[in-house]
Each structure stands twice: as structure tokens, then as C-alpha cells.
T-cell receptor, first 111, second 114 residues
Framework: GEDVEQSLFLSVREGDSSVINCTYT??????LYWYKQEPGAGLQLLTY?????DMKQDQRLTVLLNKKDKHLSLRIADTQTGDSAIYFC???????????FGKGTKLSVIP | DVKVTQSSRYLVKRTGEKVFLECVQD?????MFWYRQDPGLGLRLIYF???????EKGDIPEGYSVSREKKERFSLILESASTNQTSMYLC?????????????FGNGTRLTVT
């Protein structure tokens, strides 16, 4: 079945850029998503990209998609302590409304 | 703004009790989902529904059932709660138009079964 992989931890200094990486296996993926989860809360949709795009920018967030390598990344510019959270990558296959999620990357921001 | 509301943030139930977890969305979304989230296991899909009265099993439906009598409401039922059902439960909804109605989550219900 489809699989989505992410590294489990990332630690950055406040003010630096963070890059969270994700790989997926489903070549028919149509949409790819990034969600943020703060402690004790649900998942908050950050951004998403259609599979025929290779980049999307939204304020401090930049999503890069390499469809050939099935690699997705989320760059957070000028990382702040409020960005500390778990970030989930997810993909949606063609003809399906279901998302397959990675296990999440815990981002720790050091003041 | 999309709002997915789960009726309880925290719930403590005893083994063997019947438990109802309620979820309501206000965006007229067709699709609704129930996930559970456990450390090290990520999110796992329990049940989903693409329309009123319709339900489909996800990856881990055993021990659970669902009800979707109205479009805006999707209920998860634990017929006889067990300690291995202690978990964070997340409800989500989306519309058929992925661009304008992507998947949004509620704040979760942390269920403890003692």
C-alpha cells in the first residue's frame, strides 16, 4: 500500500530556516498536504500543493515538490518558538478522498 | 472558516461501557472521517463516510461502529470500551472540491478507558 515517510525529529535555532522532508510512494498522488499539530490539539492544515506544481509559497512557508523523486519538503523561514510542533506530511491518491499520513516530524526551536 | 467540533476534549470511561464520540462540521462537507492517534503509530483511519447514511471501514474498524444520520454529524461508537482503546480520537471533514474544501480536523477527544 501507499507509504509516507518523514524523519521523526528536527531541531533548529530561532531565526534560522527549518526544512522538513517527506517521501511518498504513491505515484498517482494528486494533492500533498502539510499539517501542524501543537500539544493536545488536533491537526491544523498549513498548506497543500497540487501534484502538477513544483513550488508553492505562502508567507514564511515554502513547499517544494519533486514528483519524479516523490519528495516533498516544507521550509519555514525565520523559525520562531511558536513553530515548535509536530508537522505531518500527507498525500491523497487519485480518485480517493482519503489521506495517507506520515508519522510526523517533531520540530524543536531553540531560543 | 471551517469548524469541526468534537463534543468532548477529555473523556474517562470504564471497561465495558458503551461510548459515543460526537463530531459536527459546519461547512456542508460530504466526507467525514474518524482517526485515532497513538505515539509511535501515527494516525490510523477507523471509519469514514462520503455521504449521509453511508459508511466504510478504514484500516482499524474492529471494536468500533459509526453513525451518519445527518450530513453535518458523524458519531463514533465504542460498543464495549476496552483499555486498548485509550487514545486520542480525531474527527475530520472535507468536501468533494479538494481545492476549496481540503481536510480539516477537530481538536480531538482524549479518551481514557480504565
Amino acid at each position: 500500500g501507499e507509504d509516507v515517510e518523514q524523519s521523526l525529529f528536527l531541531s533548529v535555532r530561532e531565526g534560522d530556516s527549518s526544512v522538513i522532508n517527506c517521501t511518498y510512494t504513491d505515484s498517482s498522488s494528486t494533492y500533498l498536504y502539510w499539517y501542524k499539530q501543537e500539544p493536545g490539539a488536533g491537526l491544523q492544515l498549513l498548506t497543500y500543493i497540487f501534484s502538477n506544481m513544483d513550488m508553492k509559497q505562502d508567507q514564511r512557508l515554502t513547499v517544494l515538490l519533486n514528483k519524479k523523486d516523490k519528495h516533498l519538503s516544507l521550509r519555514i523561514a525565520d523559525t520562531q518558538t511558536g513553530d515548535s510542533a509536530i508537522y505531518f506530511c500527507a498525500e491523497e491518491g487519485a480518485g480517493s478522498y482519503q489521506l495517507t499520513f506520515g508519522k510526523g516530524t517533531k520540530l524543536s526551536v531553540i531560543p | 472558516d471551517v469548524k469541526v467540533t468534537q463534543s468532548s476534549r477529555y473523556l474517562v470511561k470504564r471497561t465495558g461501557e458503551k461510548v459515543f464520540l460526537e463530531c459536527v462540521q459546519d461547512m456542508d462537507h460530504e466526507n467525514m472521517f474518524w482517526y485515532r492517534q497513538d505515539p509511535g503509530l501515527g494516525l490510523r483511519l477507523i471509519y469514514f463516510s462520503y455521504d449521509v447514511k453511508m459508511k466504510e471501514k478504514g484500516d482499524i474498524p474492529e471494536g468500533y461502529s459509526v453513525s451518519r444520520e445527518k450530513k453535518e454529524r458523524f458519531s463514533l461508537i465504542l460498543e464495549s470500551a476496552s483499555t486498548n482503546q485509550t487514545s486520542m480520537y480525531l474527527c475530520a471533514s472535507s468536501g468533494r472540491d479538494r481545492v476549496n474544501s481540503p481536510l480539516h480536523f477537530g481538536n480531538g477527544t482524549r479518551l481514557t478507558v480504565t
